[in-house]
C-alpha cells in the first residue's frame, strides 16, 4: 500500500541514507496519474493520517527518544499499529 512505501522510505530517510528523487521531466506525468490511480475522498484522508502518525513516531524515536511518550498520544500509535510501528516498555 502507498503507506507501506512511505513508511520504508520514511525509515531510510532518519536512518540517514539517501533517497532516490524522482526525475524532473517525471513529475508532470506522475502529477497526472496520481489523482486518477491514488487514493480519494475518506480513503485519501485515512491515508494520510496514518502516514503521518507513522512519520511523527520514526522521527521522534530518532531525535527525541525522551520526549516520544509525552508526544505521541494512545490513539497515533493505534494509527501505525497495523504497519508494524509499536510502542516499546519506554515508551507508552
Known amino acids: ?3 507501506k512505501g512511505f513508511i520504508e522510505n520514511t525509515r531510510r ?3 540517514g541514507l539517501p533517497l532516490r528523487k524522482m526525475p524532473q521531466w517525471l513529475r508532470p506525468i506522475v502529477g497526472k ?3 486518477l490511480t491514488g487514493p480519494k475522498g475518506l480513503e485519501f484522508a ?3 493520517l496514518e502516514m503521518k502518525a507513522a512519520e511523527s513516531i ?6 527525541a527518544p525522551k520526549r516520544l ?3 505521541i498520544p494512545d490513539h497515533v500509535w493505534k494509527l501505525a499499529a497495523p ?5 516499546d516498555k ?3
Not at 520514526?58 to 531525535?63: C, G, I, T
Not at 504497519?83 to 510502542?87: E, F, S, V
Open 58 to 63: 520514526l522521527h521522534l524515536r530518532r531525535a
Open 46 to 48: 485515512r491515508t494520510r
Open 33 to 35: 496519474i496520481m489523482p
Open 69 to 71: 511518550r509525552s508526544m
Open 90 to 92: 519506554d515508551e507508552c
Open 13 to 15: 530517510a532518519t536512518g
Open 1 to 3: 500500500s502507498a503507506v
Open 83 to 87: 504497519y508494524g510501528i509499536t510502542p
